[in-house]
């Protein structure tokens, strides 16, 4: 298939001007495509596709796109949804209010039982402990144990000096 270039009606200063300022990657190649079909220093698809080492049919798209919507539509950059979370944003701010308290839970299996038992939502103990430690950026307020020797003896700082120096 043998279609013709699009033309480009940007000027080779703008695209260069816009190709120094881009911090992404993908839409600097897109730009350098641009750019080298503006000046002349390609001619076809192919020879752009070598010099960009990108697929023939990536750059065919990249001007499909430029031609049908012009720059801003090829800079525009398909971003996947990804997963909805199965905690809801009012059952999270509960959660987070009750890892406020200071009593709190103790621990992250406690966590998951209250979101089954009060909110009707079942996660993994994996899942509890992601959303509990890296998205909230909280820990259950468990009161742990000291060490055990220091529950035995329990000295006064005076006399356990006076115990090192005699």
């Given at each position: 298939m043998n279609t013709p270039l699009p033309t480009i009606t940007e000027s080779p200063e703008v695209l260069h001007k816009h190709l120094r300022t881009e911090r992404d990657a993908k839409r600097r190649y897109r730009l350098q495509a641009l750019y080298l079909l503006a000046t002349g220093q390609?001619?076809?698809?192919?020879?752009?596709?070598?010099?960009?080492?990108?697929?023939?049919?990536?750059?065919?798209?990249?001007?499909?796109?430029?031609?049908?919507?012009?720059?801003?539509?090829?800079?525009?950059?398909?971003?996947?949804?990804?997963?909805?979370?199965?905690?809801?944003?009012?059952?999270?701010?509960?959660?987070?209010?009750?890892?406020?308290?200071?009593?709190?839970?103790?621990?992250?299996?406690?966590?998951q039982q209250y979101l089954a038992r009060e909110h009707q939502v079942s996660l993994s103990y994996s899942a509890v402990h992601a959303l509990v430690r890296y998205k909230l950026q909280a820990k259950p307020k468990a009161p742990r144990r000291s060490q055990p020797k220091k529950s035995l003896r329990k000295l006064p700082s005076s006399s356990r000096h006076s115990l090192r120096n005699s």
């Amino acid at each position: 298939m043998n279609t013709p270039l699009p033309t480009i009606t940007e000027s080779p200063e703008v695209l260069h001007k816009h190709l120094r300022t881009e911090r992404d990657a993908k839409r600097r190649y897109r730009l350098q495509a641009l750019y080298l079909l503006a000046t002349g220093q390609v001619t076809s698809r192919g020879a752009l596709a070598h010099l960009l080492a990108v697929h023939r049919h990536t750059i065919r798209a990249w001007l499909t796109r430029y031609a049908a919507g012009g720059l801003p539509a090829l800079l525009t950059l398909k971003q996947a949804p990804g997963k909805r979370s199965t905690v809801s944003p009012p059952v999270l701010a509960k959660l987070r209010a009750r890892l406020d308290e200071p009593r709190g839970f103790a621990s992250y299996k406690e966590v998951q039982q209250y979101l089954a038992r009060e909110h009707q939502v079942s996660l993994s103990y994996s899942a509890v402990h992601a959303l509990v430690r890296y998205k909230l950026q909280a820990k259950p307020k468990a009161p742990r144990r000291s060490q055990p020797k220091k529950s035995l003896r329990k000295l006064p700082s005076s006399s356990r000096h006076s115990l090192r120096n005699s």
